[in-house]
């Protein structure tokens, strides 16, 4: 009995310091000491049986540790209150874009690895911690509320809006956002897509029930992605066509989709030809067929990414760092901050606004 309660202690224990701040491991340190003196000691006293007992142990060491690794990931519970929503009359946009956290905590790591099997997760989540002890702060999310601000300025040239901000990796989140318009009580609220998921509503369908708060008299209708726009198209196509350079290949890192094409239609009508323009995520195989082609010099642009954060600062330069002593690559690394994504927003907003008259 006491060595199922070692092995409980040992999982929840390796969990916990893979997913912990490196400030947690002085005492974690101390208490898995203890627990080892104690085990030594104990069997001064206790006889083991080795086959059943030592086997039963090592299940309760996984169960300990995928319980503790539940705990830690598991997505917060929310419920909407039944007092919201007393003006029915006013409107609401939400801003809604990546986001990621500025130091590392161990629930909103989740967020770059939140498809991965349960037990592997604080795996992952040592290595986002890593990361985030190499760059220190994470500045992100800076940009962004940069771009949302400004957005926020120009729908009031418009009408009176309530504004909120939203995160997909970290808080506020899309419940806590409309939960903060239905309080201010919004009963119209427009969640403006400022990423490149072309799909967000039917995601965002999933987390919330939008069934339930349309039969309380709320109304949250979703714009078009912003990137789904010709200024975007417009933005990227100049980006690349005033840059110092002329690329013997451009890789277009994100999904086949109307952006992309768009783009690559758009620097076609320029210097450069189809041969020269991939549209993959999967950049080995991309920049290898540009070394087959003999093209030494590649500029790989991230529509995937709204602004500089781990993927497009560490996580993706890392993929393309094999090849920098056989070609020069040079990266868009993000949307980054500019003023056509504010018109570009302000587009996307009137449009959705105006299917609903």
Known sequence: MLLLLFGTLWGGLLALFLCAPYSYYPLFFVILSISIVVYYISRKYFKFKRFY??????????????????????????HYSKGEGTFREKKAVIFYCEGEMEKYTPY????????????????????????YKNIGTNTKNKELIDVAQEVKNSLLNYKPYYFYICFEGYVPDIKDSIHSAISDGCSEITVLNYTADLDLENKISKKIDMEHL????????????????????????????NMPFT????????????????????????????SQIVISQNIGESIQY?????????????????????????TIPHQFEKYKDEIKITGLKSWGYDRRLVKASIKVLLEAQNKLQ
């Not at 705990?71 to 917060?76: D, N, R």
């Open 53 to 78: 007992t030592y086997a039963i142990a090592i299940f309760m060491f996984i169960v300990s540790y995928s319980i503790c690794s539940y705990i830690i990931f598991k997505p917060a519970d929310f």
């Open 290 to 314: 540009f070394m087959d082609k003999g093209y030494k010099n590649i500029l790989y642009v991230n529509i995937s990414e709204t602004s500089n954060g781990i993927k497009s600062d560490v």
């Open 247 to 274: 690329y013997d290949g451009i890789l277009i890192i994100g999904e086949d989709s109307y952006p992309s094409n768009s783009i690559k239609t758009s620097l076609m009508n320029y210097s450069y030809i189809e």
């Open 214 to 241: 349309k039969s309380k008299g709320i109304h949250i209708n979703f714009t078009q992605s912003v990137c789904n726009t010709e200024v975007f198209v417009e933005m990227y196509t100049s980006r690349i066509v």
């Open 108 to 131: 909103y790591s989740n967020y770059f690895f939140k498809d991965t099997p349960l037990i592997f997760k604080p795996i992952y989540a040592m290595k986002i911690k890593n990361l």
